[in-house]
C-alpha cells in the first residue's frame, strides 16, 4: 500500500520521531560507497521539507516497510514516463519484497513503463543486485561517479 508521507499520513508521529535516525543511516550508506553526501543536519532538513510538502526534488511516500523517495518522469532517452527511484530506507520491520511489489504497482497505477531502481545507497550491493534480478528487473547500466577537481 502507497501512501504520501505528510501531515495525514497514520504514522507521521513515528516517522518524524525516527527520521534523524533514517538519514544518518542513509548517509552513512553514501559515505561507504565513497560520496560526499549533504553533512546529517542538511540531509534531514531535505527529508522534512518534502514531509511538509514543500520539497519538489522527488515525492515521498510510504511502501511496505520503507519511505521512497522517487519521480515520475519522462527520461531524455525515452518516449513515455518512468518511475524512478531516489532512495529506498527502511522505517519499521517488514519485507523487502513488500516494497518494491507496492511501487511495482504504484508505478503502473501511474502509467510508467519502467520501474528504475538504484543501488546507490545499498551496503550489499551483488545480493541486492540478485534479490531485483529475481523479480524480474534487468540490469541496463552501472554509474560510475569521480569527483571532478
Not at 88 to 105: L, M, S, V, W
Not at 114 to 134: C, F, N, P, T
Request: aromatic share 10%.
Amino acid at each position: 500500500m502507497i501512501e504520501a508521507v505528510n501531515s495525514a499520513h497514520p504514522e507521521i508521529n513515528a516517522i518524524w520521531d525516527k527520521l534523524p535516525d533514517l538519514t544518518l543511516a542513509l548517509r552513512n550508506r553514501l559515505l561507504a560507497k565513497g560520496m560526499e553526501p549533504l553533512p546529517s543536519n542538511d540531509l534531514l532538513d531535505n527529508v522534512r521539507k518534502h514531509v511538509n510538502g514543500f520539497g519538489c526534488d522527488y515525492t515521498l511516500i510510504t511502501a511496505g516497510p520503507c519511505i521512497v523517495g522517487y519521480n515520475a518522469v519522462q527520461p531524455w532517452w525515452a518516449e513515455h514516463t518512468s518511475y524512478i527511484e531516489e532512495f529506498i530506507i527502511r522505517y519499521k520491520p517488514g519485507n523487502f519484497a513488500d516494497t518494491i511489489k507496492a511501487i511495482e504497482q504504484h508505478a503502473k497505477a501511474l502509467g510508467c513503463k519502467d520501474l528504475v531502481v538504484s543501488s546507490l545507497a545499498m551496503i550489499r550491493q551483488e545480493s541486492y543486485g540478485e534479490y531485483l534480478k529475481r523479480k524480474g528487473f534487468r540490469e541496463v547500466t552501472r554509474q560510475y561517479i569521480k569527483e571532478v577537481t
